[in-house]
């Protein structure tokens, strides 16, 4: 980011002119600075889903939506989900390098010793009606964890950021795995200080008293690289939450828990299961055109699950990743799911549809994730949960970035549309 604007724009309204500054990015990207606007003119400016908005300077991702580009902290996901793992991955997103080897061991460490749940916590579990979804489930304990853990105080969570954040990641790992044993019905399993970040959520998650889980590197591998491909991705709906809520100076739970929240909508982290279920319908149909069709029509409400993104005009470079380990991966290990052949087929028509291309709807991150959780085992109400479980660190980093920048409350303006002055007809007399 440059330090001082080199060029500006000018805004004439009625007799007033304004003159905007223009900041640059560090790759160059260009905004117009409107702190100044309300002040200058009396105009605010009106974005609807912020579209054309920048929220904040943030030097924690980059993406280019046009080229398909993502890296975080300057470093390439492609480069990441090959030569890191997520725990690497977490720590580079909140303290902005890679740890060290005696660091990395530090930061293990204290996952490992925050991975437990407050026992007087484990038994709220028992009292979630049989079949809610596990993200209902992960935003209600996390905001509860304020109740729990002390000195959540927004100075004492920041000053002690390691530890806020190893809790927040670890222990919601540890809830993840304990709200789906809940929900077969299973008893809970006990996060072990042996295991990686993944096989430990893995083993949780998978293990019983009468079937031992054997944790298999290939599998705690993909897990890994879905982790990391999902860690951060800017200012997303759910980010902004975090970063709306944290501006109350909320505590990190109760900010994680918007965040969560935020994630389980089917137009955000909830496509993911939503995908998977739109191409069980077409597989069952057998008419995959006749749903390209559906899509089409403007009529219809339908939409193709996990194509199209705000900020991608081009092949989002996760769905690029995810797509190739699938292939990999099946190919490997002789798996199969016809959903795969299903989604190829979906793609390959859609990416040469003239519809599609006009409006560069392309697949996003969402539309293989939910084959490769399939493949690992993951039950399809998981999904979502996967998502926040991984999108953690991102939320985290952020939080951090935006107490460090003492932004201020946010609180938008708006344009108000609703009647004009009215009044309230006087009682009658007598009453
Ligand atoms: N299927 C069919 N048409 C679509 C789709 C889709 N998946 N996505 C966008 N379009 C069309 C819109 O109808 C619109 O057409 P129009 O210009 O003729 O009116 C045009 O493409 C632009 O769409 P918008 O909704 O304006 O784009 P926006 O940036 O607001 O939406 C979104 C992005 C919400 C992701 C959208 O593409 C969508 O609903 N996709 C399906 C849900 C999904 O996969 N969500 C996951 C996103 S990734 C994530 O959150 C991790």
């Known amino acids: 980011m440059s330090a001082e604007p080199s060029e500006f724009a000018t805004l004439k309204f009625r007799d007033k002119e304004v003159v905007l500054p223009v900041v640059t990015g560090t790759e160059g990207e260009k905004g117009l600075d409107i702190t100044g606007l309300r002040k200058s003119t009396g105009l605010v400016a009106l974005d609807p889903g ?14 280019d939506g ?55 916590m484990r038994h709220f579990f028992d009292h979630f009606p049989k079949g809610s979804h596990p993200m209902h489930i992960l935003s209600t304990m996390i905001n509860a964890m304020a109740a729990f853990y002390p000195n959540v105080d927004i100075k004492s969570m920041a000053d002690n950021i390691d530890q806020s954040c190893a809790r927040v990641i670890s222990i919601v790992r540890t809830m993840a795995a304990f709200a789906y044993k809940k929900s077969i019905g299973e008893p809970v399993v006990y996060p072990r200080y042996d295991l990686s970040y993944c096989a430990n959520f893995l083993n ?67 496509a993911n299961q939503a995908v998977i279920e739109m191409l069980r319908t077409i597989q069952e149909d057998g008419d995959i055109n006749k749903f390209i069709r559906m899509a089409k029509d403007k009529n219809n409400p339908f939409r193709l699950m996990g194509f199209g993104h705000r900020v991608y005009k081009t092949y989002d470079p996760r769905a690029a990743i995810v797509r190739g380990e699938c292939e990999k991966f099946f190919h490997q290990y002789k798996y199969s ?12 028509i859609a990416l040469t549809d003239p519809y599609f291309i006009e409006r560069h709807l392309y697949p996003n991150v969402d539309f293989y994730t939910g084959i490769l959780y399939r493949a690992i085992g993951i039950p399809e109400n998981m999904f979502t949960v996967m998502f926040a479980l991984a999108r953690l660190p991102g939320w985290v980093a952020h939080w951090r970035e935006m107490i460090g920048d003492s932004t201020k409350l946010v609180r938008p303006r708006q344009i108000y549309s609703g009647r004009g002055l009215r009044h309230i007809s006087p009682p009658d007399a007598g009453d």
């Open 204 to 270: 949780m998650m998978f293990d019983s008293p009468v079937k031992p889980y054997q944790i298999r590197p290939e599998i705690v591998r993909l897990l890994n690289i879905l982790f990391i491909i999902h860690a951060d991705h800017e200012q997303n709906c759910s980010t902004s939450a975090v970063r709306v809520i944290g501006s109350a100076q909320v505590n990190l739970y109760a900010t994680i828990s918007a965040g969560i929240s935020a994630l389980s909508g089917p137009l955000h982290g909830g």
């Open 66 to 120: 046009e080229k398909g580009i993502l890296r975080y902290r300057g470093i390439p996901i492609e480069e990441l989900v090959q030569k890191v793992m997520f725990v690497d991955v977490a720590y580079l997103l909140v303290h902005g390098e890679l740890p060290d080897e005696e660091t990395r061991r530090e930061f293990s460490s204290q996952l490992n010793t925050n991975s437990l749940i407050h026992e007087d």
């Open 50 to 63: 912020f579209v054309n908005t920048a929220s904040c300077y943030s030097q924690i991702t980059y993406i």
């Open 337 to 348: 799911d016809p959903l795969l052949d299903v989604a190829r087929k979906v793609e390959e």
